[in-house]
């Protein structure tokens, strides 16, 4: 998995089905799929880490205009399920 983007309320993450090489392009054996998905309002910061211990990273982003983090955890099949907690002014 890797993020490519983080904007307009909306975070990209590049999905991959392989393992990524370190090269310039991605290898056949790799099928990568862009999604989308949205979280609170002006996203300012993500961050990856397994916060269910299930081995799959899942992803927060801290909200700064909505006042709130976007808690992504992933499925088995590349989905994430998204929950927001309000934190109080400027996460």
């Known amino acids: ?4 983007t983080l904007s307009g309320g909306l975070l990209g993450v590049l ?3 392989a393992s990524p090489r370190l090269e310039a392009s991605i290898p056949p054996e790799c099928s990568p799929q862009t999604v ?3 979280v609170g309002q002006q996203p300012e910061s993500v961050l ?4 269910n211990g299930d081995g799959r990273s899942d992803l927060v982003t801290a909200n700064g205009s909505s006042d709130d983090i976007s808690v992504l955890l992933a499925g088995e099949d ?3 399920r998204e929950r927001r907690f309000p934190v109080g002014s400027g996460p």
């Open 1 to 4: 998995m890797k993020i490519v």
């Open 15 to 17: 999905l991959m089905t």
């Open 36 to 38: 989308r998905m949205p």
């Open 48 to 51: 990856a880490a397994d916060l």
């Open 78 to 80: 590349g989905s994430f």
